[in-house]
């Protein structure tokens, strides 16, 4: 399995404000995907994160709002754009380590909780 | 899109006993179906999955069943204990990158001591 590190794990931001978020795999992995979870609620996907060219956004989500960065095939970063409380949530990295979503298999990081005052 | 059902939210059983989680999916072209569990304030973690050409796939205490034709699968833990209290998340994939894997709201399990 993949060891998946994410920072910052938690932060408290204030409205108007953008926080990035860091992501590192410790191998090379083809897949990157960045989700959502509210509280109680369940994985939403937010992007697969492209290495070399722009992310896919899923539906609801835009690029503006959560610029996402893959400069190679062990990192990326999530920004979290003119933060409101509504975005209070944890963000999860994951990764498909086995070079495609053929399996369809996923890795978490440990997410990063974000609240936005 | 697929739709994937999930039930009940939450299920609270004596330790010792038995716990059942039910899911339903919407695609027949999905064919692998992972369950994930989900400590308080950890990552969801991969517990067992089943491909769609297998009808029942077990773990020690865990064990997944599969009904092709119904479109449900279901998630069983026997003998549980304190430790299984978590939330557990279905999920089934229909290929196509990313977007065709699809997650249940989740169930929260409650090991009663």
């Known amino acids: 399995s993949a060891v998946i590190s994410q920072k910052p794990s938690r932060d408290i931001c204030q409205r108007g404000t953008s926080l990035t978020i860091q992501c590192q795999v410790d191998?090379?992995?083809?897949?990157m995907f960045w989700y959502r979870q509210q509280p109680g609620q369940s994985l939403t996907l937010i992007a697969t994160?492209?290495?070399?060219?722009?992310?896919?956004?899923e539906s609801g989500f835009v690029i503006d709002k959560f610029p996402i960065s893959r400069p190679n095939l062990t990192f990326s970063t999530l920004t979290v754009s003119n933060m409101s409380p509504e975005d209070s949530s944890i963000y999860l990295c994951?990764?498909?380590?086995?070079?495609?979503?053929?399996?369809?298999?996923?890795?978490f990081g440990e997410g990063s909780r974000l609240t936005v005052l | 899109g697929e739709n994937v059902e999930q039930h009940p939210s939450t299920l609270s059983v004596q330790e010792g006993d038995s716990a059942v989680i039910k899911c339903t999916y919407s695609?027949?072209?999905?064919?692998?179906f992972p369950w994930y569990k989900q400590e308080l304030g950890k990552r969801p973690q991969l517990i067992i999955d089943?491909?769609?050409?297998?009808g029942e796939k077990k773990d020690q205490r865990i064990a997944v069943t599969l009904n092709k034709t119904a479109k449900h699968f279901s998630l069983h833990i026997t003998e549980t204990q304190p430790e299984d209290s978590a939330v557990y998340f279905c999920?089934?994939?229909?290929?196509?990158?990313?977007?065709?894997?699809?997650f249940g709201k989740g169930t929260h399990l409650i090991i009663q001591p």
């Open positions: 994951s990764v498909e380590p086995k070079g495609g979503m053929i399996t369809g298999e996923l890795f």
């Open positions: 191998s090379q992995v083809t897949m």
């Open positions: 994160a492209n290495q070399g060219s722009e992310a896919t956004y």
């Open positions: 695609d027949s072209a999905s064919n692998y």
């Open positions: 089943i491909r769609s050409n297998v």
């Open positions: 999920a089934s994939y229909s290929g196509g990158g990313a977007d065709g894997l699809t």
